[in-house]
């Protein structure tokens, strides 16, 4: 089992910055590719960006990119999304998730194995 964490949500205005982390635990942080997700009230889990375990390739969802970055560090077990020029269309939970394997390009809820409880985060026009 995998354990995890999400921290650092919460209600800023349009064009503010937020950094979230998901902190893991139980099992080898390395071997697990990491993501995040995020749901929006009456709408599905959508993925916003993953990276490998390594760290050295990500993937992002078309609305999020250039505006989002994913990163890791294994040495602290944990995965962080730095949010920049958040618009109010970013609000939603964010959901932290883990998948055993390699492939870190699976944007499929139901690939991923592991979950977080979700930090909200808020965007005020």
């Known amino acids: 089992q995998v354990q995890l964490v999400e921290s650092g949500g919460g209600l800023v205005q349009a064009g503010d910055s937020l950094r979230l982390s998901c902190a893991a635990s139980g099992r080898t942080f390395s071997n697990y590719v990491m993501g995040w997700f995020r749901q929006a009230p009456g709408k599905e889990r959508e993925f916003v960006a993953s990276v490998s375990r390594g760290g050295v390739n990500t993937y992002y969802a078309d609305s999020v990119k250039g505006r989002f970055t994913i990163s890791r560090d294994n040495a602290k077990n944990t995965v962080y999304l730095q949010m920049n020029s958040l618009k109010p269309e970013d609000t939603a939970v964010y959901y932290c998730?883990?998948?055993?394997?390699?492939?870190?390009?699976?944007?499929?809820?139901?690939?991923?194995?592991?979950w977080g409880r979700g930090t909200q985060v808020t965007v005020t026009s």
């Open positions: 998730a883990a998948r055993s394997g390699y492939y870190y390009k699976g944007s499929d809820p139901q690939e991923w194995d592991y």
